[in-house]
T-cell receptor
Framework: DQQVKQNSPSLSVQEGRISILNCDYT??????FLWYKKYPAEGPTFLIS?????DKNEDGRFTVFLNKSAKHLSLHIVPSQPGDSAVYFC????????FGAGTRLTVKP | NAGVMQNPRHLVRRRGQEARLRCSPM?????VYWYRQLPEEGLKFMVY????????ESGMPKERFSAEFPKEGPSILRIQQVVRGDSAAYFC??????????????FGQGTRLTVV
């Protein structure tokens, strides 16, 4: 029962370009969405979040967009930097917090 | 303000032994989540606990796995009679509440369990 899906296991972009990571969900009761970033051998760290009453939240180079009708959210990183290379997980909260499988972003110099 | 503390960081067990993984949430946090990450896979929800209560254990295998979060002390994830397939990284997260705006769960660094 995969309520949160990240269909792209990996993404490679050139430094300075935009990275777009996508996430789809099936549960319309989710009311809060988050993105986490994870480096190897470390725990996930919170990156950015958005409430279901909004459609956009921006924090520096990171912007999260929410399309409730499509049950889709995306994370935009612009400009991408090599230090952004990591696995990115989207998460959604209803009664619990559910994660997608992650997308491995590689930013090439 | 210490973050979420998990110990041990690495744990090696022989098949059939018991594994105990500990998680101390951030100060003031009363909600704990356990997740498992199998090699090359994402984070899989296992169990959600509040102090002295299991709220949702729908992601936890029915046998051999148990979790607790006592009134005093850390949350414990216990795996009895471990098998090779239990080898994974186990992450704990804590939060002050659930489903509230500006609530983000903070993760520990994980315990990497290896069953030999």
């Amino acid at each position: 029962d995969q309520q949160v899906k990240q269909n792209s296991p990996s993404l490679s972009v050139q430094e300075g370009r935009i990275s777009i990571l996508n996430c789809d969900y099936t549960n319309s009761m989710f009311d809060y969405f988050l993105w986490y970033k994870k480096y190897p051998a470390e725990g996930p760290t919170f990156l950015i979040s958005i409430s279901s009453i909004k459609d956009k939240n921006e924090d520096g180079r990171f912007t999260v967009f929410l399309n409730k009708s499509a049950k889709h959210l995306s994370l935009h990183i612009v400009p991408s930097q090599p230090g952004d290379s990591a696995v990115y997980f989207c998460a959604a909260i209803d009664n619990d917090m559910r994660f997608g499988a992650g997308t491995r972003l590689t930013v090439k110099p | 303000n210490a973050g979420v503390m998990q110990n041990p960081r690495h744990l090696v067990r022989r098949r059939g032994q018991e594994a105990r993984l500990r998680c101390s949430p951030m100060k003031g946090h009363s909600h704990v989540y356990w997740y498992r990450q199998l090699p090359e896979e994402g984070l899989k929800f296992m169990v959600y606990l509040q102090k002295e209560n299991i709220i949702d254990e729908s992601g936890m295998p029915k046998e051999r796995f148990s979790a607790e979060f006592p009134k005093e002390g850390p949350s414990i994830l216990r795996i009895q009679q471990v098998v090779r397939g239990d080898s994974a990284a186990y992450f704990c997260a804590s939060s002050p509440g659930r489903g509230r705006v500006n609530t983000e769960a903070f993760f520990g660094q994980g315990t990497r369990l290896t069953v030999v």
